[in-house]
């Protein structure tokens, strides 16, 4: 058990050797890791959809796409960064979806209009939009986690008996 910013931490590893390996050193890695999951779990269900995107016949054409994906991944996440040192937040207080969607719609908005010079107007206003809600803090959880029942494919139907 260590102790971070007040609140006990229980962790579990088959790394004995303490000296070598901190608690504290283990906690900080494993957020780490779990932003990182996190990062490619937007990128494969918020911006591919959970569908077969790769459409390449070949390895090049592949890794294209992946770079692509990577590419465009990080362009969000920069223009996140810049909304939130505009609005003086953290970037982590601003929904990856959210900024998806709106950044998806203020590019066909820009495809649209004819005139170039009014690009950063609108580069200006995507990053106000990106800002006005927030994520919101969630307090902790009130019931432990569970796993839920496969729901049934086809309604429960009882039989009655005969006497």
Not at 38 to 51: C, D, H, I
Not at 82 to 111: M, N
Not at 143 to 159: A, E, G, I, L, M
């Amino acid at each position: 058990m260590s102790t971070i910013d007040s609140t006990p931490h229980f962790l579990l590893t088959s790394l004995t050797d303490r000296i070598a390996f901190k608690a504290a050193e283990l906690i900080a890695c494993y957020a780490r890791r779990w932003h990182i999951e996190t990062s490619y779990r937007e990128l494969k269900q918020s911006m591919m959809g959970m569908a077969l995107t790769l459409r390449s016949q070949t390895v090049d054409g592949v890794m294209q796409e992946i770079w692509g994906a990577i590419i465009a991944y990080n362009l969000i996440r920069l223009e996140i960064a810049k909304a939130a040192l505009d609005a003086g937040c953290a970037p982590t207080d601003i929904s990856f979806v959210r900024a998806f969607h709106t950044i998806q719609y203020e590019l066909l908005w820009a495809a649209a209009t004819r005139a170039q010079g009014k690009l950063p107007s609108l580069l200006q206003n995507m990053r106000q939009r990106l800002v006005t809600e927030l994520t919101v803090k969630r307090p902790g959880r009130k019931h432990d986690r569970v796993v839920k029942s496969k729901s049934q494919r086809y309604p429960f139907r009882k039989t009655k008996k005969i006497a």
